[in-house]
């Protein structure tokens, strides 16, 4: 059920525009949040998708700096298995690309999420997550000539609504993995402008509180990326970019 955290919402610092400074880590909020049992469990949700991503770039080589808000650092590293939620064993589908398995995990966590805690954004915020991830898959198959339904993820939870075509060119003419990725996230925060609860104070306004600061903080991070490793013949960024754009890789 939705509550009401008047002070809880005050007392968090406002958030600049897209490419300003994180004024708290996602750990920071998700200990604010942990205050109260309905914010805390759409911030997590919201959260550990972002560690998700994390964890695929560690597991990779790419990164030795994760900072997870949600999982461990062992989790993060692999070194421990994810909680029970992402387990991929009751995923029916046979992927091509391992990961994804974590991923539609995940998906189905945020949206079961979603309906027990009532929270009209967080559906809405998995169903353009998983529409925007599937629209660059299918990009990205159709232009391998692979299969695109091998590389969809959760489909019947994407939002059959917004229209995509104009982000996926953007994405698709970007002349370098993390400019891609910088135009997603600015496709990102524009939607999250137009689903914005602003002074409801309830569970809804803290969940894109929580979203807004996982893209300050995740184009914080590109920024920081040196500029020799971000041209499409670095493999360790192209790998990058491929998992946060939900493409299949290129070599499937």
């Keep these: 059920m939705p509550g009401s955290h008047y002070y809880l ?45 994390q964890r695929d770039a560690t597991l990779a080589g790419e990164t030795t700096e994760a900072e997870p808000a949600v999982l461990s650092p062992e989790q993060v590293r692999g070194e421990q298995p994810l909680p029970p939620e992402l387990a991929a064993a009751d995923d029916p589908v046979a992927r091509p690309v391992a990961g994804d398995a974590a991923w539609a995990a995940y998906f189905r966590h945020a949206a079961a999420v979603a309906q027990r805690r009532a929270s009209a954004f967080l559906a809405a915020w998995v ?36 229209a995509l075509g104009e982000v996926v060119t953007q994405w698709a003419a970007a002349a370098t993995p993390l400019e891609g990725l910088k135009v997603l996230d600015r496709a990102r925060w524009e939607w999250l402008g137009d689903h914005d609860a602003w002074f409801s104070f309830g569970d809804d306004e803290l969940a894109v509180y929580a979203a807004r600061l996982m893209l300050l903080v995740r184009w914080h991070r590109l920024s920081a990326v040196p500029r020799a490793g971000a041209g499409r013949s670095s493999s360790t960024s192209a790998g990058s970019a491929d998992r946060a754009r939900g493409a299949p890789p290129d070599n499937p």
Aim: proline share 10%; net charge negative; aromatic share 2%.
């Design 9 to 53: 919402v005050c007392a968090l610092p406002s958030l600049g525009d897209l490419g300003s400074v994180p004024p708290l880590s996602p750990a920071a909020l998700r200990e604010l949040a942990g205050e109260s049992t309905g914010p805390a469990a759409l911030v997590d949700a919201i959260l550990l998708g972002d560690d998700l991503l």
């Design 127 to 162: 169903g353009h997550e998983v529409a925007l991830r599937n629209a660059l898959a299918a990009a990205r198959a159709k232009a391998l000539d692979l299969d695109v339904a091998d590389y969809l993820v959760t489909p019947e939870l994407g939002d059959p609504g917004p």
